[in-house]
Each structure stands twice: as C-alpha cells, then as structure tokens.
C-alpha cells in the first residue's frame, strides 16, 4: 500500500543556522548544491508515490509560495503562530486536513530517498517512527523503544536513559492519528509550548503504539548549524546525488 499524504513542518526560525541564512531566507530553503533542502524531500516523497505534501510554513512564509507553483502536489498551510508557539502547534494544524495515513516530515533534514523502498508500509493501524544508529554530530535525538514500541526520546543521556539510536525526523501514522493525538494533547492542558515530537513519543508510551523502523546504516543528517551544513554537502550529499 503506498502512503499517498506527507506533511512537512517548516514553521520555525531557524535560529541556530542564520549565520548562513540571515533574516533573508528560512532555513528549510537553504541550498545544497542549488537546491534547498526542503526540496530534496518533496523530490524524494513524489518519486516514493506521495500525492499531496502540505507544508506547515510561518517564519518568511512568503519565501516558500514558489513551490506551490513549482510542485502541483504542495499546499502551503499557514502557521500565524509561529513565534510563539512550539512545533506541537504547527502539527496539530493539520487535524482537520489529514485522516488518511501520512508521512510526517521535519524541512531540514537531507536523507537517502532510497529509505522510502526500504519501508513497505502494509497496516493503515500502525504508526512507525524512523529511526538510525547516532550520528557522529551535535544534537542527536536518542530513542528508547519498549517491545519495539516508542518510549522516549530526548537530547541527553544519562545514567536513567537506556538510548538504543537517534530518530531521523521521519514518522509513518495511521488513519486518524492527528485526531486521536489531539484529543490526547487537549487532555493534557496543551498551551503549545512542547515539541511534537516528545509529545509523541509520549503519546507512544501512554496510549497508542509508534513502532521503531530501525535503519542503523541510514545516511542522512539534520542541518540546525554551520556543521551540520557541512557534514550534510560533504558526507551526506555525494552518496545519495
């Protein structure tokens, strides 16, 4: 069955990458070799069979209408709250759009497309999180998985946590997760302030599975800063143009 609905989260500012960016273009449309790294997702979800890419957009919205013209299978969706509330927000715009299962996105990762032929997704009722071995970078997200099922993430180790690898920014969810999730998220006394994805990961471990999809060889990256940047042109690009 392919997966005919992704969602991409491109509402934020980018702060940590605006030595490269400035106030002059979000960091999702960075280039890497003439082409913005956003673009490089959107490529990858059309070649895997995806039909409708919406794009959850807020800081220097403006700069991402070209891809609407650009790419018949994008929508630009408007987060006006972009400053002030966390990714959770950007997310659960979407409740009233997609009931379908969908690929949920992060804009500023670089991955080898090939990861989407290597996922054959075959039960509308399950949610899967990707997930690779840590990269040898800064801000890895580490996970823990129960019996296969996510348990947590988070940005630290210590002595408590047990990760087993680092998420990529790539999930598979079912039909109806957004709703299910926001009725969740609303029970919790949401004020937007979280990320989506240790809500997630929370919403994993206290009420409806998301499996581990463990590719530990996977190539890829997240471009927050100036070395991650590199890394993504110099180890990550060549092997997957």
Known sequence: MEIKTAIILAAGKGTRLRSVTGDEIPKPLTPLNGLPIIEYSIQALKDSGVESILIGCGHLLESFDYLEKKYEEVTIIENPFYDTRASIYTFLMFESLVDEPFYLLEADILYDPAVFNKYKHTDRTKNFIFTSAPLNLDDNVYFSSENGRLSQLTKKIDNQSKPEG?????????????????????????????????????YSREEEPINIAHFPDLNWCEIDNEDHLEYALTQVLPKIS
């Open 166 to 202: 680092a998420m990529t920014g790539i999930w598979v969810l079912s039909d109806g997760l957004i709703q299910r999730f926001a009725a969740y998220y609303n029970q919790t006394g949401a004020n937007y302030s979280e990320d989506y994805e240790m809500m997630l990961a929370r």
